[in-house]
């Protein structure tokens, strides 16, 4: 597969997907929307993934790409099928896009938190071979309180009751991330919004309990990825 990757921030990327994926054969190239560069034309890719970012899906004001963005990805599931995974930013982005609605979440959610699979994620494809509890890397202060029209809720968590989606038969989405890799929590944290946040929520000393927090679940973490990536490239193919 060749996939079209859209970022926020140069440092917020696939993670340990870009192991998976190269591992595969996989190709991919990365749009750093934040910094300027154009969406390309969808047709030369078979897949979208759009990735995390600081800004919320509302702020078209600070930062007007983010229009053409939503547009492009309702466009890109709805209009054409494209496979699509969305992870945190992303999953707002396509609940916003297809006619959901993404909101400040009531209760930020930041640390190491467990997501609970729903009925029709524990049966789906998506978290086949997952717990049906698991724990993952939370980093959010906005959450989907609407889902669009035919959309189905995959993980739930008793803050946030969108914790994943499934649209139509390709599209599925995360709030929360898999993608993480060692050194993910010490680079993100240098990005403004998301360091006071962390702080905000958990208190001075947060970067370092957070970055021991994920080291301790860090081999589960990613072997929960693998399996996610291996199941969204069989859901894709089963479609």
Known sequence: ????????????????????????????????????????????????????????????????????????????????????????????????ALGGKVEKAKTPEIGVLDVHLTEAGASGVLFDGLPETFKCLQWHGAEVTELPLGAQVLATSPACPVQAMKWGTRAYSMQFHMEIEADTVQVWNTIPEYGGALERVIGKGAVEDLDRACATHMATFNEMAERVYMNWLQATARA
Not at 29 to 55: H, N, R
Request: glycine share 12%; proline share 5%; charged share 30%.
């Open 1 to 96: 597969m060749h996939i079209l990757v859209l970022q926020h921030e140069r440092v917020e990327h696939p993670g340990i997907f870009r192991q998976f994926l190269k591992e595969d054969g996989h190709t991919w190239d990365a749009v750093e929307l934040d910094e300027g560069e154009a969406l390309p034309g969808i047709d030369g890719y078979d897949a979208l993934w759009v990735m995390g970012g600081p800004m919320d899906v509302w702020q078209e004001d600070e930062h007007p790409w983010l229009k053409d963005e939503k547009a492009f990805i309702k466009d890109a599931v709805e209009g054409r099928g494209v496979p699509y995974l969305g992870l945190c930013l992303g999953h707002q982005l396509l609940a916003d």
